[in-house]
């Protein structure tokens, strides 16, 4: 019997993913969670088979909770399910331990076919990410500029990118607004932008929104 986590702050989404986990999986054990804390409390304190994860959720940022998960639980399969396009962050969340990356608008068949083959000890990973892995070896592939910035220099960009002022990204992700701030002005440097309407229309050009 598996024993498999959910973790996402759509009730209807945890509602969904169970419903199709329990057609593939009748005897499975499944429990759900609907924020980073409360989920690396349970991964912490419980025995689980697989975790199946939003990357954006209430309180940490996904990529920290995934790193500390894995520093912690090494062997743990850990997918993530998640509304952003693979382009933006596939490669980012399988950099930081993930075993998979699917977006949320997969196919039920590729999500159970993802969970199979995890559960067996190996990476998930698409044709469109085998393709984009493929073509980091390529030293003339184009490097975009914002695929530069550190994991949480791009959750700050896509928070801004998304209308969240300084004080709300610091009250989402639990950093002070000083180091939000610090992190904002970095990725301005980095990415040779001016004003949060550069950076909204920069995001939007490169599909991060």
């Known amino acids: ?114 969970i199979n083959h995890v559960l067996l000890g190996k990476k998930y990973i698409t044709p469109s990410i085998a393709e984009k892995l493929a073509a980091g070896f390529d030293q003339d592939a184009q490097k975009f500029t914002h695929e530069s910035l550190s994991d949480r220099e791009f959750e700050v960009l896509k928070l801004l990118a998304a209308g969240k002022s300084v004080s709300e990204i610091s009250e989402q992700i639990s950093l002070s607004a000083s180091t939000i701030s610090t992190y904002r002005a970095r990725i301005m440097t980095k990415l040779n932008l001016k004003t949060n309407a550069d950076l909204t229309m920069y995001s939007f050009e490169n599909k991060l929104i």
């Open 1 to 114: 019997m598996y024993r498999i986590l959910i973790a996402d702050d759509h009730t209807i989404v945890r509602k969904g993913l169970k419903q199709i986990l329990l057609d593939a999986f009748p005897s499975a054990f499944i429990e759900e969670t609907a924020d980073a804390e409360d989920l690396l409390k349970r991964v912490f304190s419980e025995d689980w088979d697989l975790v199946i994860s939003d990357i954006s959720m209430p309180g940490r940022s996904g990529l920290d909770v995934l790193q500390q998960i894995r520093q912690s639980h090494p062997k743990l399969p850990i997918l993530i399910l998640s509304m952003y396009p693979e382009d933006q962050y596939a490669i980012r969340v399988l950099k930081a331990g993930a075993s998979g990356y699917l977006n949320k608008n997969s196919a039920p068949e590729e999500l159970i076919k993802a």
